[in-house]
Nanobody, 114 residues
């Protein structure tokens, strides 16, 4: 089955950390560029971080220095390490594949609140 499945979301206090995972199945993961997006209530979905098949990365200005995207091709998984979380990081986080299949995961909720 061709799909992306996110995990790792939850409730965390400001300043805390979370690591999101996105497991791919049914695709040749290593050839895909991958991205993490987020959508907060009432806002448009935005790109948070992306990683190419070759490992190059880019980040939204709002998360630079706090978030790190990485991939493990042996595990068909892309990660988003989120540190120093802020209330404005609260959103549903989605992973997306770019390649022969353009797939979206189902999303995982991240809530940053005291």
């Amino acid at each position: 089955q061709v799909q992306l499945v996110e995990s790792g979301g939850g409730l965390v206090q400001p300043g805390g950390s979370l690591r999101l995972s996105c497991a791919a199945s049914g695709i040749i993961f290593r050839i895909y560029d991958m991205g993490w997006y987020r959508q907060a209530p009432g806002k448009q979905r935005e790109l948070v971080a992306a990683i190419t098949s070759g490992g190059s990365t880019n980040y939204a200005d709002s998360v630079k220095g706090r978030f790190t995207i990485s991939r493990d091709n042996a595990k068909n998984t892309v990660y988003l390490q989120m540190n120093s979380l802020k209330p404005e990081d609260t959103a549903v986080y989605y992973c997306k594949s770019t390649g022969p299949y353009a797939l979206w995961g189902q999303g995982t909720q991240v809530t940053v609140s005291s």
